[in-house]
């Protein structure tokens, strides 16, 4: 079987909407000020519809509120990749492109109320995703992410404020995963990170993104209706 041609997948139930945004690639901070603004709307405007942004970002380092210095192994410089400390959970994480990067701002008092509940709906997302190229992921008892055959390919990190959800997760498809080297990635030092393409040679952003956005919608029961990334513009303008 060719692994890098998705399975089938079954048709989409009629469900809610959600905003969809195809972004490409966008600087870490445009995308983290389009987050604060789409969640501060919902916040004051609960009817407001779910939104999910894809995209990539330049390389950048992040770190979850309350994350641990020690799992940064080097000093941050001007010649490397930025180092920005954010409001969501957990430890350090890579970002760069290659990674397919989902910020879902979803309100979840329309789901269910419950945070495990909302990362283990994450990861099953992941793992049908992988799982249409013929890959198995799995969970790690006591952990939060998606691996294949011992290697973690996604991480996930959330902030939920009045049961609105932002920041969110990111798939390794081709990145360069040098990046990594200089973390202990989500402060975890005894399993390796990983990426698609170790295990499907050629596999890109294109191939994965629309399994994802497909599985996505059928896990969380949305109807998912595309939109132009212009939009986010009048939200919050892009920082230079």
Request: charged share 15%; glycine share 8%; aromatic share 8%.
């Amino acid at each position: 079987m060719d692994r890098a041609r998705p399975l089938p997948l079954a048709p989409l139930p009629t469900t809610a909407v959600c905003q969809l945004y195809r972004c490409g690639q966008v600087p870490y901070e445009t995308a983290w000020q389009w987050q604060r603004q789409l969640l501060a709307q919902r916040r004051t405007q609960p009817d407001q519809p779910d939104t999910l942004l894809l995209l990539e970002h330049p390389a950048v380092y992040t770190l979850g509120q309350g994350a641990d210095d020690r799992f940064l192994k080097f000093t941050p410089q001007p010649d490397l990749p930025p180092v920005i400390k954010i409001e969501r959970g957990g430890e350090v994480t890579y970002h760069c492109p290659g990674q397919l990067v989902g910020y879902p701002i979803l309100n979840l008092r329309r789901h269910q109320p419950d945070l495990h509940w909302y990362l283990r709906q994450l990861e099953a997302v992941i793992m049908q995703t992988v799982a249409a190229f013929g890959l198995t992921g799995e969970r790690v008892s006591g952990l939060t992410g998606v691996w294949v055959e011992g290697c973690k390919v996604a991480a996930i990190g959330i902030k939920v404020s009045r049961w609105i959800t932002m920041h969110g997760l990111a798939l390794n498809i081709n990145p360069d995963l040098a990046g990594f080297q200089r973390i202990v990635p989500c402060g975890i030092s005894d399993k390796p990170v990983g990426s698609l393409a170790q295990f499907i040679p050629g596999i890109t952003r294109q191939q994965v993104q629309p399994v994802f956005e497909q599985q996505f919608a059928e896990v969380f029961r949305l109807q998912l209706q595309p939109q132009d990334p212009v939009q986010l513009r009048a939200i919050a303008p892009p920082l230079l």
